[in-house]
């Protein structure tokens, strides 16, 4: 079975671009967590869809960010306009409910923002 | 709210070398708790989870106790090898929140030949 996939595995852009991530979640898993990885704060989790709603979006930074999940195989994280803070390895996982701590990592997508 | 500490890093070990890597939590209710690893250009993935008081979660030589009275959750290894080398992270499941899990910051651990 193919892991969670996620693109692009790299991304450089100029500040202002808008930028899309994408992900893919294992086939049978119904809930997805967009997560953000910098060296200065560490695994930050931006938000959680269950059943492709959004549940918690409570770390998400700011209106720049916004995340949709338009069906149970697909979700997107854009970013507009971006910023150089916004440069970090962003991560897509998924799980099926319930199955408590099963996290599956997609290997990420590394943002760059010039 | 509930939250994870675990020990700065790095940790740097001698191949053969016992590891020890501290990790504490803070929860209202009865966790399941976990260590996931993180390989250079990878993403995380499980390496134990115990679901209950003093159960003991392992996998490839690495353990974990879950330690109700001391809320301690710490990982060892008694023989660390080069290809361990990676980041581990100490999680817990939310109280209210099963599928989520808060993260504590990370432990790098380097091991040298």
């Known amino acids: 079975d193919a892991g969670v996939i996620q693109s692009p595995r790299h991304e450089v852009t100029e500040m202002g671009q808008e930028v899309t991530l994408r992900c893919k979640p294992i086939?049978?898993?119904?809930?997805l967590f967009w997560y953000r990885q910098t060296m200065m704060r560490g695994l930050e989790l931006l938000i959680y869809?269950?059943?492709?709603?959004?549940?918690?979006d409570s770390g998400m930074p700011e209106d720049r960010f916004s995340a949709k999940m338009p069906n149970a195989s697909f979700s997107t994280l854009k970013i507009q306009p971006s910023e150089p803070r916004d440069s970090a390895v962003y991560f897509c996982?998924?799980?099926?409910?319930?199955?408590?701590?099963?996290?599956?990592f997609g290997e990420g997508s590394r943002l760059t923002v010039l | 709210g509930d939250s994870v500490t675990q020990m700065e890093g790095p940790v740097t070990l001698s191949e053969e070398a016992f590891l020890t890597i501290n990790c504490t939590y803070t929860?209202?209710?009865?966790?399941?708790l976990f260590w996931y690893v993180q390989y250079p250009g990878e993403g995380l993935q499980l390496l134990l989870k115990?679901?209950?008081?003093?159960d003991k979660g392992s996998n490839k030589g690495f353990e974990a106790t879950y330690r109700k009275e001391t809320t301690s959750f710490h990982l060892e290894k008694g023989s660390v090898q080069v290809s361990d080398s990676a980041v581990y992270f100490c999680?817990?499941?939310?109280?209210?929140?099963?599928?989520?899990?808060?993260f504590g910051t990370g432990t790098r651990l380097q091991v040298f030949p």
């Open positions: 869809f269950n059943n492709n709603v959004p549940i918690d």
């Open positions: 929860a209202t209710g009865y966790p399941s």
């Open positions: 999680a817990l499941s939310g109280s209210y929140n099963t599928d989520k899990l808060i």
């Open positions: 086939s049978g898993h119904n809930s």
């Open positions: 115990a679901t209950k008081a003093d």
């Open positions: 996982a998924s799980t099926r409910s319930g199955d408590t701590g099963e996290l599956f």
